[in-house]
């Protein structure tokens, strides 16, 4: 596949790096991003799920973020699950859908009607909370490995109302938090600072690489959607990632602002579909040397070893 003429233009001008560049880039506006966040906790499977969720809700409330939950039936829908997704809603916080047992619509032995079944067992528990939205967050963003299923379960959503709330910067936050609780119960607090800023780096760049991306591939820098879940070192890290992205010039905005940017309503043609939106069409329009966005373990655990975390 080539790159259309338009992405080998951008991506001239993003290679050549010039002073027309720069120029033409100082009168844009400031790059934007949305928190989501995925899953939802269940306090029968996870003991702290309460404390988390309600330090990142408090850690939201003080940065003045809007932010919207994709709880997963199973885990955010649960009887005291449904209690913590129910407070995102009575926070001002948007809440999708992210389907009720959280399974696979890549996988073949998943069918189109089985799937649907799943999103509207997850719809009956979440439609009646405050702030209910009626969006689709894809189990581990998979949305199908053909094109017939692909645009079957397209077809799917739109004769059920729903649309697909895709997400631009995809960084595998869950590979840090799981290192996270992994020093907590090595009782070593003392490096957590360090990998607080690690990860805070690692959001960071991940950003920036698809803010990159996009600029190349569609010629402007959308409003991005960043994809976190509700985990522990969210709980301790969202308002000092807020913050470094503001500190570096980006608006924070909430979901249903980044969720108008025209991208999102975007259909790439991708087989097997999904991942990050701006991935995909990178994907489709040929680009090479993409890394697959969901293996970031493989790239970081060597950086964290180096740093002795
Ligand atoms: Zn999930």
């Known amino acids: 596949m080539r790159l259309p003429f338009f992405a080998l233009t951008a991506l001239a001008l993003v290679l050549a790096a010039g002073a027309p560049a720069r120029v033409a880039r100082a009168a844009e506006p400031a790059p934007a991003i949305a928190f989501t966040f995925d899953d939802g906790l269940d306090p029968a499977a996870e003991p702290a799920a309460a ?15 809007k932010a919207m939950l994709f709880p997963a039936g199973r885990t955010g829908g649960t009887p005291g699950g449904l209690a913590l997704t129910r407070a995102w809603g009575d926070s001002g916080h948007a809440i999708g859908n992210h389907t009720y047992s959280h399974r696979n619509l890549g996988s073949a032995r998943m069918t189109v009607d089985e799937f ?61 938090s799981t290192r996270w609780r992994e020093l907590e119960r090595a009782g070593r607090a003392a490096d957590l600072p360090r990998l607080r800023e690690a990860y805070v780096a690692h959001l960071w760049d991940r950003a920036c690489y698809y803010d990159s991306l996009a600029r190349a591939v569609l010629g402007r820098s959308p ?27 980006w608006n924070v905005i909430a979901p249903a602002e980044a969720f108008a940017d025209p991208l999102y309503a975007s259909e790439p043609a991708a087989v097997p579909a999904g991942e990050s939106i701006v991935w995909s069409h990178a994907r489709v329009a040929g680009a090479k040397g993409l890394r697959y966005p969901a293996e970031d373990g493989e790239y970081e655990a060597p950086r964290l070893a180096r740093l002795g975390l």
């Not at 404390?51 to 973020?65: D, P, Q, Y």
């Not at 879940?229 to 301790?236: K, L, Q, R, V």
């Open 116 to 176: 649907g079944a799943d999103v509207m067992r997850a719809d009956s528990l979440f439609r009646v909370l405050p702030g209910f939205t009626p969006m689709l967050r894809f189990p581990y963003l998979k949305e199908g490995e053909s094109a017939e299923k692909r645009d079957a379960f397209r077809a799917w959503m739109r004769a059920h109302g729903y649309r697909p709330a895709p997400v631009s910067v995809d960084a595998s936050d869950w590979w840090y």
């Open 223 to 249: 409003r991005h959607v960043l994809l976190l879940h509700t985990n522990a070192i969210n709980a301790a890290c969202v308002g000092d990632v807020i913050a470094h992205f503001r500190a570096h010039g």
């Open 51 to 65: 404390r988390w969720n309600a330090e990142i809700l408090a850690a939201l409330s003080r940065s003045g973020v």
